[in-house]
């Protein structure tokens, strides 16, 4: 009787029967009078057993919900709906992050999206990590390695890829590489072409060709022109030499066994044999070339006349 009476009266036997948090120990059970009911989480039935929603859940979300109740949620029927926006918000902003900025994005965006860049691109920590340097089969006077650099700061401050900066740096020393070949083969034809004009004033004036371009050798080592001198390959400059050793006398700078002569024959063969630039290297290092045989007789008696004049030299000292 006293049992029965304490639970009708709100005694402890009956708050005994309430769990921790105040609600009915047993759903449908009585709640003593005073006692504290807890209230439901908000997704409590709101996904059903077939999958679908009950949006009268959404009555309790919480005030920093409940904005969802008539947005993102509003048109899910069950939770494979719910799943497949949140997968498609998620792409969304991942493709958001990886949009170019807006004009005058603020300092804190372009610094955000910076970050995101970077870990995406693999992007290294300084532009020193991109690693720019000479390929082994460049010239050394072909490197700029303040450009290099130059462009290494640019790349990081653009989040290039290092994949994609060296194949920028390849086509760039390709491009290179290129350009010197052009510059060469523009040097061979068109050298090549001063001598085809000399040889063919020479034929004109019934002169030899190698008496010819020794006498015009020897003047300009008269006048301070070393061998090498690029000049000595332009035929306007070769038929003024010329000239001027005739006006002078021809026999003042082809006597005997000279210092002159020596220079000029040796300077003569070496050209020929190292000087790309020479009409006849191609010639003296083609075996199957039609003037091979003739040039390599030249520079065999050049090389020949140097040497017996630098031993008669020696013999007089």
């Known amino acids: 009787m006293s049992s029965d009476a304490g639970v009708a009266g709100g005694g402890s036997a009956g708050a005994a029967l309430l769990p ?40 309790r979300l919480p005030e920093n919900l409940k904005g969802l109740a008539s947005g993102d949620l509003k048109n899910a029927k069950s939770i494979d709906d719910v799943l497949t926006k949140l997968g498609s918000l998620s792409t969304l902003a991942g493709r958001k992050a990886l949009a170019p900025l807006p004009a005058g994005a603020s300092p804190e965006d372009i610094a955000a999206h910076s970050l995101v860049m970077r870990a995406v691109n693999g992007v290294p920590e300084k532009p020193e990590g991109y690693g720019f340097r000479r390929p082994d089969d460049l010239p050394e006077q072909a490197w700029n390695d303040g450009h290099a650099q130059a462009a290494a ?33 523009y040097a061979v034809d068109f050298f090549k072409g001063q001598d085809d004009t000399f040889r063919a004033a020479l034929q004109k004036d019934g002169l030899d060709y190698d008496k010819t371009l020794g006498l ?20 306007e ?4 030499l010329h000239q001027v050793g005739q006006a002078m006398g021809e026999a003042k700078f082809i006597g005997g066994a000279n210092e002159l002569n020596t220079r000029s024959d040796r300077s003569m063969a070496e050209s020929i044999m190292h000087d790309k630039t020479n009409a006849d290297y191609v010639a003296y290092w083609d075996g199957q070339h039609a003037k091979n045989g003739e040039v390599k007789r030249r520079v065999a008696g050049l090389l020949e006349a140097a040497t017996t004049a630098e031993r008669a030299a020696a013999d007089k000292r």
Request: proline share 7%; charged share 20%; net charge positive.
């Open 153 to 185: 700061k640019i790349m990081h401050e653009g989040n290039v890829p290092p994949a994609v900066a060296a194949k920028l740096m390849q086509l760039q020393a390709a491009t290179v590489k290129e350009n010197i070949q052009d510059q060469e083969k």
């Open 237 to 240: 400059v070769r038929m003024m």
């Open 216 to 235: 015009v050798n020897r003047v300009a080592l008269q006048y301070g022109m070393k061998p090498d001198n690029v000049l000595l390959k332009n035929a």
């Open 20 to 59: 921790a948090g105040g609600a009915p120990a047993v759903p449908g059970a009585a709640v003593a009078p005073g006692a504290t009911v807890a209230a439901e989480p908000w997704f409590k039935g709101w996904v059903k057993d077939d999958g679908s929603l009950n949006a009268e859940s959404y009555a």
